[in-house]
């Protein structure tokens, strides 16, 4: 029915977790990102089916400041597709390689 479903009947019980919340937050990026030193870009969107940005601490993204978060209303998880013809640049590509450039002229300059 849902991913949390899936996840509770058979990723969960195949990887020895405690319960669907335990593999959720073990494998979940967020415990790591107070540790990153170097720019990060994060990409969300509000319309993700995996990933509960509601329930996210923005502030421990916000405390951090190699973190940029870039949250949007709509892009599924790991989409915004602008186009169905893949030989299109789409924004999260043209975003991601805007941030680089920006860090790379930072950096430079």
Known sequence: ?????FDEC??????GF???????????SLQFLQKVHTPLLLLLAEDDSIIDVASMDK?????????VLA????????AWHESLHPSKPQWGDRSTLE???????HRMA
Do not use: W
């Open 1 to 5: 029915q849902t991913v949390q479903d």
């Open 99 to 105: 941030f680089f450039c920006a860090i790379f002229h």
């Open 10 to 15: 058979f990723t969960r019980r195949m990887f």
């Open 59 to 67: 502030q421990l993204i916000l405390r951090n400041p190699n973190l």
């Open 18 to 28: 405690e319960s669907v919340f335990d593999y959720y937050r073990k494998g979940s």
């Open 71 to 78: 949250l949007t209303k709509r892009g599924g998880h790991v």
